[in-house]
T-cell receptor, first 112, second 114 residues
């Protein structure tokens, strides 16, 4: 969706290195969701952010929502092959609390 | 099962055929969503149900697309007179409540229209 831009579109990282994915909108992100998808499978929920300045972490993954609620980042520390996949950000752009608009995804490959 | 299930997982249709895609949400989940994911793209919203009521169908691409959830549980997405541009993965998701809850996604149905 052009309403939600993800960058980069793809990246290759060496195992053990950190990586960051960005998700940007010109509209307010009323709810921002990060999902991971492997080929041929559905989306696996990672984290949801709602408040400006909010930050959440789970294992080696940290997600942040900026104060203006127009940009989010997903950071993976010390990447492992299991982190490979497609990362998608999805957002509620209309404060309806239900349907999500997704970015185009970021394809991550972790080289052993 | 514990998760959202979809059937069939793969469907090949000839152009002009009608298809029906099924979604079994997590038991007790009020909200159900359908998304369409083209190859290499993020999912795009199609339609949303709250129990049996279809509250938003703004994402349905044309009147060939029809979705129903008659008893507030299982949902079916029907595509009439399929066209090649309908080829995509159709994802179903359900969530427990009305707003700002995690949407649990099924594995999707990959539709190929020849």
């Amino acid at each position: 969706s052009q309403e939600l831009e993800q960058s980069p579109q793809s990246l290759i990282v060496q195992e053990g290195k950190n990586l960051t994915i960005n998700c940007t909108s010109s509209k307010t992100l009323y709810g921002l969701y990060w999902y991971k998808q492997k080929y041929g499978e559905g989306l696996i929920f990672l984290m949801m952010l709602q408040k400006g300045g909010e930050e959440k972490s789970h294992e080696k993954i940290t997600a942040k929502l900026d104060e203006k609620k127009q940009q989010s980042s997903l950071h993976i520390t010390a990447s492992q092959p299991s982190h490979a996949g497609i990362y998608l950000c999805g957002a509620d752009l209309v404060a309806a609390g239900n349907k999500l608009t997704f970015g185009g995804g970021t394809r991550v490959l972790v080289k052993p | 099962g514990a998760g959202v299930s979809q059937s069939p997982r793969y469907k090949v249709a000839k152009r002009g055929q009608d298809v029906a895609l099924r979604c079994d949400p997590i038991s007790g989940h009020v909200s159900l969503f359908w998304y369409q994911q083209a190859l290499g793209q993020g999912p795009e919203f199609l339609t949303y149900f709250q129990n049996e009521a279809q509250l938003d169908k703004s994402g349905l691409p044309s009147d060939r697309f029809f979705a129903e959830r008659p008893e507030g549980s299982v949902s079916t997405l029907k595509i009439q007179r399929t066209q090649q541009e309908d080829s995509a993965v159709y994802l179903c998701a359900s969530s427990q409540d009305f707003a700002y809850n995690e949407q649990f996604f099924g594995p999707g149905t990959r539709l190929t229209v020849l």
